[in-house]
């Protein structure tokens, strides 16, 4: 395609504009006053900047001569961030140089876009801004008229993957695991975090021990042996690799999952009580209900119910009532459930007064008339006696990890469509800080 004389007429004024508002500092492109046009491309409206790129050149980059010609133009589309919200592109028109003396035919060349490359530096740049952010790739292609490949290009060319330090792990590591992407080869991923900071440091595809092991035995043993506090999910079975690889470690469980452990548990019991009333008889269906609707009430502590205040409370015919006047009412459904809720209470009390020992106590003599199956869950507790004492000791809590699994969650939701675990490690890393653009 050849350029029209108007085009290669450079107007001073309008070039100055083009360039400050699409950020071009490259001297050799150049506008003409018909620069700007709006034409209909794939039956969308987009911005055009028609632009010229030349300059003089002295050597053949293949021979080194210096018998150079110019002839034609060849022109290329570059697609460039969008302007109020209309795709824009620059129509350059590149200088085509051909070497008499070797036959050696290029284009001129800009910083403003790669060679081969019709995306341009700017755009990929407000890309890899982007995937800082909590927005899904989806969401950033959509934004500026690219493919969800293209993003992915991104990601890939503006970050790179951190590489292992072997001589750094944070002193007082939690760790826990989450369901990954569909390429992961273990059914769940892996993370570690730092417990003094929260940051996440790392995420693996796999927890399988061995893996685990391969992965941690990377680092130094001095690194490895300075890990003391090692905060971990109750049901994890990761208990032989920790004490492989971290000689020092004392391994303690979240205390959040303690309690989950004891709600869950109790939670059964409330279940088990609205079994036995289903469809036995109406005044039992209604007490179904109210076991049914006012599950926060029964599950929360007693420390936290209120006693004073009146609220409306539907399925008791709309009659102002405190919370507690609630939970004696559903208390009172089902004996064996109460005996079961002033067991579940204490523990909680002495769980959250930290005191191991009052915990342990009540453990360890249970009422003989508590429900089997809740006596089961409750005494399960002691397989774990060592690392829940020591997860009261401890002032870590996995709730940063918590917080960080949200985070997690969160980029997993709005990342909808991760193709690959690598792409959501890098995405993970970047909002962390720990990847850079480079
Ligand atoms: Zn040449």
């Not at 050696?104 to 530096?121: D, G, L, P, R």
């Not at 685990?212 to 905060?231: C, D, G, H, I």
């Not at 009261?392 to 969160?410: A, C, Q, R």
Request: net charge positive; proline share 3%; charged share 30%.
């Amino acid at each position: 395609m050849s350029t029209s004389k108007n085009t290669r007429e450079k107007d001073e004024c309008l070039d100055k504009t083009i360039k400050q508002l699409l950020n071009i500092k490259d001297a050799n492109i150049r506008f003409s006053k018909e620069a700007v046009s709006k034409e209909k491309v794939n039956g969308r409206m987009t911005n055009i900047f028609t632009g010229i790129l030349t300059y003089k050149i002295d050597r053949c980059p293949q021979c080194g001569f210096t018998n150079l010609i110019r002839h034609s133009y060849k022109d290329s589309w570059i697609q460039l961030i969008p302007y109020q919200e209309v795709p824009s592109y620059l129509h350059l028109f590149k200088q085509r140089f051909r070497c008499k003396d070797c036959g050696h035919t290029f284009s001129a060349k800009t910083y403003y876009v790669a060679e081969n490359c019709y995306i341009s530096q700017p755009l990929k740049f407000a890309i890899a801004i982007d995937l800082k952010k909590k927005i899904s790739m989806k969401d950033i292609a959509k934004r500026y008229f690219v493919s969800s490949k293209t993003v992915e290009r991104v990601l890939d060319s503006f970050f790179e993957e951190p590489r292992l330090k072997p001589n750094f792990l944070p002193q007082h590591l939690l760790i826990d695991e989450f369901k990954g992407t569909k390429d992961c080869e273990g059914a769940m991923c892996f993370i570690i975090s730092d417990a003094d900071t929260g940051k996440i440091v790392d995420i693996l595809d796999d927890r399988r021990n061995f893996k685990l092991q391969a992965y941690f035995m990377r680092f130094s043993f001095e690194a490895r042996k300075r890990v003391t506090p090692l905060v971990m999910d109750m049901n994890a079975a990761y208990g032989a690799v920790t004490k492989i690889v971290f000689p020092n470690a004392k391994v303690s469980i979240d205390r959040f999952h303690v309690i989950q452990q004891l709600t869950r548990a109790f939670n059964k019991q409330r279940i088990q009580a609205m079994k036995q009333l289903k469809k036995r008889d109406s005044q039992a269906m209604k007490d179904y209900r109210k076991l049914k609707k006012y599950w926060r009430t029964i599950l929360k502590k007693s420390a936290k119910i209120n006693y004073t205040s009146f609220k409306q409370y539907p399925l008791f015919q709309r009659k102002y009532h405190t919370e507690s006047e609630v939970l004696d009412h559903l208390l009172s459904i089902n004996e064996q459930l109460r005996e079961n809720y002033e067991v579940y209470q204490d523990l909680f009390t002495a769980f959250d007064a930290k005191d191991a020992k009052a915990f342990f106590e009540l453990v360890d003599h249970l009422p003989a008339t508590l429900d089997a199956g809740f006596k089961k869950a409750i005494l399960y507790l002691n397989k774990h006696k060592r690392a829940i004492i020591n997860s009261l000791d401890f002032p870590y809590s996995n709730g940063k990890l918590e917080g960080k699994n949200n985070l997690i969650k969160v980029i997993k939701r709005i990342a909808f469509g991760f193709r690959t675990f690598r792409h959501l490690r890098m995405r993970v890393l970047i909002q962390q800080n720990i990847c850079e653009i480079i």
